[in-house]
């Protein structure tokens, strides 16, 4: 079992920059693929990004492709999200994930441990 806890959030005008970070307990986070969800009020939540747990591969939403850049340090047991160029509808809770599932999947069913989310907020 693996405890998430997003941190990071804030207010910042559009075309800023935020990184967040995503902290795990447990010895085996190393063996989780984890993801970065977002839900904005009013909208379900919707998949934003993945890595494996070998950080050799990843996945991006179209919507944040070549702004976002996920990354994960094992030795550190966090997971980190760069956010560039940000817009208004980026504007979410950002929430972290972890899925033993050895693919990265855009499902939030496929990943069993959350974090408690971290609010973005990108004014115009």
């Known amino acids: 079992q693996v405890q998430l806890v997003e941190s990071g959030g804030g207010l910042v005008q559009a075309g800023d920059s935020l990184r967040l970070s995503c902290a795990a307990s447990g010895r085996t986070f190393s063996s989780y693929t984890m993801g970065w969800f977002r839900q904005a009020p009013g909208k379900e939540r919707e998949f934003v990004t993945g890595?494996?747990?070998?950080?050799?591969?990843?996945y991006y939403a179209d919507s944040v492709k070549g702004r976002f850049t996920i990354s994960r340090d094992n030795a550190k047991n966090t997971v980190y999200l760069q956010m560039n160029s940000l817009k208004p509808e980026d504007t979410a809770v950002y929430y972290c994930?972890?899925?033993?599932?050895?693919?990265?999947?855009?499902?939030?069913?496929?990943?069993?441990?959350w974090g408690q989310g971290t609010q973005v907020t990108v004014s115009s």
């Open positions: 890595i494996s747990w070998s950080r050799d591969t990843t």
């Open positions: 994930a972890a899925s033993t599932d050895g693919r990265i999947s855009s499902y939030s069913r496929e990943y069993a441990y």
